[in-house]
T-cell receptor, first 115, second 112 residues
Framework: ETGVTQTPRHLVMGMTNKKSLKCEQH?????MYWYKQSAKKPLELMFV???????ENNSVPSRFSPECPNSSHLFLHLHTLQPEDSALYLC??????????????FGPGTRLTVL | GNSVTQMEGPVTLSEEAFLTINCTYT??????LFWYVQYPGEGLQLLLK?????DKGSNKGFEATYRKETTSFHLEKGSVQVSDSAVYFC???????????FGQGTRLTINP
């Protein structure tokens, strides 16, 4: 138990659906992250939020829309996804973005399948 | 650019064998280095870290030493257990950066 929870753990959706992934951290951290983990590819950083402000967006398609209403919660809104978006989506948090030696704590992930 | 290269998996060993998973990096600055582990069906957990040259990170019998001269951070364990079966990721982060750069992961299977 890392102090980062994600819901749902599994999600199956059609290409025309709209769904949201939720992440919550109970660690008092100020930075939160979304990563995508696809088979046989390195983890890809998608978004970084620091004190509820987006500080990095790694050329992610607009069909992925993040939201960070406060420093404990992070959402990833999904809309008109493609089958190649099927992956494990991992949320992480850290004390502060950009801090040297800063450890990131990961949630268990949401396994997303797009049909 | 910044990158991390790990040895190709999968790696299969017998219980009590010696483990080495190689990791080398390239970085434009002075990174901190990490090993993360991912057990089946779970997210990543930090296994150990080192923030400066010659530092040795250790945890649960695993060790890795930050070697600046060879730009390496190899993971070792003297006697592996079945419960060590997982995917291991080497990663770096530069000072002042938000982005952890991961290697591709090495799947380790330990047979009884």
């Amino acid at each position: 138990e890392t102090g980062v929870t994600q819901t749902p753990r599994h999600l199956v959706m059609g290409m025309t659906n709209k769904k949201s992934l939720k992440c919550e951290q109970h660690l008092g951290h100020n930075a939160m992250y979304w990563y995508k983990q696809s088979a046989k590819k390195p983890l890809e950083l998608m978004f970084v939020y620091s004190l509820e402000e987006r500080v990095e967006n790694n050329s992610v398609p607009s069909r992925f829309s993040p939201e960070c209403p406060n420093s404990s919660h992070l959402f990833l809104h999904l809309h008109t996804l493609q089958p190649e978006d099927s992956a494990l989506y991992l949320c992480a948090s850290s004390l502060q973005a950009g801090l040297s030696g800063n450890e990131q704590f990961f949630g268990p992930g949401t396994r997303l399948t797009v049909l | 650019g910044n990158s991390v290269t790990q040895m190709e998996g999968p790696v299969t060993l017998s219980e009590e064998a010696f483990l080495t998973i190689n990791c080398t990096y390239t970085a434009t600055g002075y990174p901190s280095l990490f090993w993360y582990v991912q057990y089946p069906g779970e997210g990543l957990q930090l296994l150990l870290k080192a923030t400066k040259a010659d530092d040795k990170g250790s945890n649960k019998g695993f060790e890795a030493t930050y070697r600046k001269e060879t730009t390496s951070f190899h993971l070792e364990k003297g006697s592996v257990q079945v419960s060590d079966s997982a995917v291991y990721f080497c990663a770096l982060i530069l000072q002042g950066a938000q982005k952890l750069v991961f290697g591709q992961g090495t799947r380790l299977t330990i047979n009884p």
